[in-house]
């Protein structure tokens, strides 16, 4: 069983930046890929980014490219996303996820342990 906690959410204009960090519980988190999900109001929970157990992989969606990062400290048992030149459409609740495999996947349903999210807000 692993716990994720994320933190890091918050109100911010556009074209600022703020950093979310997702804390998982567990001696085994640096054999998990983990990825980034967001879910804006009435809409379905999408994809961000992911990344591989070593944090030689990540991927992303095209909406973000350039200015999202992902990165993960397995020493600290974290994973963080990194948000710059936010858009007011980056307004979402974030989610953290993992998946105890070392193969990464781009789909919710591929992911067993979520957080319970954190709240971005870009006001225009």
């Known amino acids: 069983q692993v716990q994720l906690v994320e933190t890091g959410g918050g109100l911010v204009q556009a074209g600022g930046s703020l950093r979310l960090s997702c804390a998982a519980s567990?001696?085994?988190?640096?054999?998990?890929?983990m990825a980034w999900f967001r879910q804006a109001p009435g809409k379905e929970r999408e994809f961000v980014a992911a990344?591989?157990?070593?944090?030689?992989?990540?991927y992303y969606t095209d909406f973000v490219k350039g200015r999202f990062t992902i990165s993960r400290d397995n020493a600290k048992n974290t994973v963080y996303l990194q948000m710059n030149s936010l858009k007011p459409e980056d307004t979402a609740v974030y989610y953290c996820?993992?998946?105890?495999?070392?193969?990464?996947?781009?789909?919710?349903?591929?992911?067993?342990?979520w957080g319970q999210g954190t709240q971005v807000t870009v006001s225009s």
């Open positions: 990344i591989s157990w070593t944090g030689d992989e990540t």
């Open positions: 567990g001696r085994t988190f640096s054999s998990y890929a």
């Open positions: 996820a993992a998946r105890p495999s070392r193969v990464v996947l781009t789909t919710k349903a591929g992911y067993d342990y």
